[in-house]
């Protein structure tokens, strides 16, 4: 069933919604609760593309109200066929129970108007926000025939305005002049003068299929730069699915060169973006980003660092606001990793001080709380346990929940912070942060092989203690930026092979979450790439399907579509950081990646197939390429990747291994 449709902020199945509006069309008596004005549908009167979506919907006694729906930046467009001689409504719903917002009707402007204060990270941090509102402007093509506004559900005919917990309004419409009425929704965070500016600006005219032919044209325009020659129907439809996850985060919070913080609760001059799900989107989904949509690169950057200078911190899930949700600081591996592959359009000098206050700076309460998974009602955590961090190398169990996973990660964004404080000339600062983020081998228990948690006494915890959203087989090869020196801490590569192999055939490998996302690309580092081949094979077959769920686990902003759109490339970001690509097995015979400047990088592997999935030679540009590996600068630069595939193993980069991080004298 469907009671309405959302102008919807929320970015992630796990993250709430906030300042949002709900229309809903109705025939017959109006109908406000959203239990009683559902409405039943089959998936086989849907369409669904980037740029367009319809329905038809039962409305009962044999008759459908077709609803229509394309979008612009800020706005939406709507169109609504109903059945004839029936009274037809749109209700539109401010707020929900328990929330306090206001709603307005006018008549001889057909607009209904109102602001909705709602937001999830309000339950979860201790940020005021008084001045945070969703403001939204409905305007109809044709005369409300008649109105309403409700409050707590009681309607009131007639009534123009509403203000309190669960608000609304409705319009009525005369279909004896017409079946069709068409609504413009515009949104703002800054103000209704502002939805209304947006609404102006993005959707001048009453010309629905002008606003959707733009953003077809959009659409086509990203989705185009990468051609596939080869893929199946299915993989066809799996790639530019998840191409479309893919681009559609972080997104836009500005209005026409003007944003309202979340971080500040005041309105600014400039760009900004938000929904940065970091600890799933550094992996890859970023890494795509500087490919696919460089352009916009600088200015998540530039945003994160309007977040820290307004609120304090860079954030590691704005939802608008500062959520404390997954672990680690990983807006410092975004920074860092745009820095490195050369972006140059925010300030290095301010992006240092954001990044070295995460490494550097305890949370408030940090050793007086034990930071929970989304604890309510708790100041902004950063990384919980830095204080522990920095006196013992690791970060305690019987101190800070997670402590585990949150060691390991926070070494990688240690790591991630020297290559900012390189950038910046800070030589000192840059070997400190290198030796700091080989506080990852504080947790490595040689006699088991794994890595495990530890209590502040130094003694071993319990294996299954200290985790997020994972255990000691997910963890004990996260160790992004150093792949040689755990290869080294566990034995050597025979040691390191045989635990990976058991992990694969344990069944261990749990893609359908995020710190699972690079395993089977390490054995490019073990001297057995054709089991690199081999996997990614097998987990792009097995987790990707062409159906409504056939994303194994969430999307996540992107990020398990990410991994796909790389791996059917035929390389993968396993340290988005350092600006490489491990190279994998490519799904297709050819796919043309269109870079800046009118250049393309193509890959081509004619022999591809689902049997032949082996690596047999490689050539980049015409040359030998004997090592498993391509770089952003390479990719970025336009070319040639030319693989020659087969059906068995072959020794092709089994003989690279990869050099250790290095460690300065204290």
């Known amino acids: 069933t469907i009671a309405g449709f959302i102008g919807t902020h929320q970015p992630a199945i796990w993250m709430g919604d906030y300042g949002y509006v709900t229309l809903a069309p109705e025939v017959d008596a109006v109908k406000i609760s959203p239990d009683s004005r559902k409405l039943p549908f089959r998936h086989a009167d849907e369409i669904a593309t980037p740029y ?9 006694h044999s008759r459908q109200i077709r609803t229509e729906i394309t979008a612009t930046d800020h706005c939406g467009l709507m169109r609504f066929t109903f ?62 025939a008649t109105h309403g506004v409700y409050l707590r559900e009681a309607a009131e005919p007639g009534g123009t305005t509403a203000t309190g917990p669960n608000v609304g309004a409705y319009a009525s419409f005369d279909t ?16 209704l003068e502002q939805a209304r500016a947006n609404l102006e600006a993005e959707i001048p005219a009453w010309d629905f299929e002008g606003v959707r032919t733009q953003l077809e044209r959009i659409w086509n325009g990203k989705l185009g730069m990468l051609s596939i020659e080869g893929a199946t129907d299915e993989q066809r439809r799996i790639f530019y699915t998840g191409l479309y996850h893919a681009l559609l985060y972080p997104k836009l919070i500005s209005e026409h060169g003007r944003y309202y913080s979340a971080f500040d609760d005041q309105v600014h001059e400039g760009v900004s973006y938000t929904a940065y799900s970091l600890w799933d989107t550094f ?28 609120g304090g911190w860079m954030p590691k899930w704005p939802n608008p606001s500062y959520t404390n949700i997954m672990i680690a600081t990983h807006a410092d591996a975004l920074v860092a990793e745009a820095i490195n592959k050369g972006f140059h359009g925010f300030d290095y000098q301010l992006a240092y001080a954001a990044v070295y206050k995460d490494a550097m700076t305890p949370p408030e309460g940090d050793t007086t709380r034990d930071w929970h ?28 929940a997670e402590s585990a996973s949150e060691t390991l990660e926070d070494a990688y964004d240690d790591y991630a ?43 071993w915890a319990r294996p299954e203690d200290g985790w997020t959203e994972g255990d000691q087989w997910v963890y004990t090869y996260s160790v992004l930026h150093d ?86 490339l035929g390389f993968y970001p396993l340290d988005p950081v350092s600006g490489e690509y491990m190279i994998g097995s490519p799904l297709f015979r050819k ?11 193509v890959v081509s592997a004619p022999a591809s197939s689902a049997a032949n999935l082996y690596i047999q030679s490689a050539h980049l540009n015409g040359r030998p390429l004997d090592i498993p590996i391509v770089t952003y600068a390479q990719i970025e630069a336009g070319g040639l990747l030319e693989f020659d595939m087969g059906p068995q193993p072959s020794k092709w980069a089994s003989l690279w291994r990869g050099s250790p991080l290095p460690s300065f004298p204290q």
């Open 52 to 60: 367009y979506y319809s329905v038809l919907v039962d409305a009962g």
């Open 417 to 459: 912070v020297a290559q900012v404080a390189r950038a910046v000339g800070r030589k000192a600062d840059y070997r400190f942060f290198v030796n700091r983020s080989h506080n990852y081998r504080n947790l490595y228990n040689s006699v088991r092989g794994f890595m495990q948690a530890k209590h502040a006494d130094g003694s």
């Open 591 to 601: 796919a043309t990646l269109d870079v800046p400047n009118g250049r393309r990088f």
């Open 176 to 191: 004896a002049a017409g079946r069709v009425v068409e609504a413009k929704v515009g949104t703002s965070f800054i103000s």
């Open 373 to 400: 998974d989304r604890q309510p009602g708790v100041p902004y955590e950063a990384r919980p346990g830095l204080t522990y961090y920095k006196q013992l190398g690791y970060i305690p169990v019987d101190k800070t």
């Open 483 to 568: 792949i040689p020196g755990l290869m080294a801490l566990m034995g050597g590569p025979g040691k390191f092979n045989a635990r990976l192999d058991e992990l694969f055939r344990g069944g261990h490998n749990q893609h359908d979450n995020e710190p699972s996302h690079h395993y089977a690309y390490l054995y490019d580092f073990s001297g057995q790439p054709w089991k690199t081949q081999l996997r990614v094979r097998e987990i792009a077959d097995r987790y990707y399907k062409n159906r409504p769920d056939g994303v194994a686990g969430n999307e996540d902003c992107g990020q398990m579509s990410a991994w796909y759109i790389f791996t059917a």
């Open 83 to 144: 059945p004839e001689n029936a009274t037809a409504s749109v209700v539109v719903e401010a707020t929900r129970p328990h929330i306090e917002g206001f709603v307005r009707v006018d008549p001889a402007a057909r607009e209904i108007a109102g602001y909705n204060p709602d937001r999830m990270d309000a339950h979860l941090t201790n940020v005021a926000l008084p001045n945070f509102k969703g403001y939204f402007v409905v305007r109809f093509d044709r005369s409300l």
């Open 283 to 310: 992996r890859a989904e970023n890494s795509l980003l500087t490919l696919l949509a460089p352009e916009r690169i600088d200015d998540m950057v530039r945003s994160l660092l309007q977040d820290y200078r307004e």
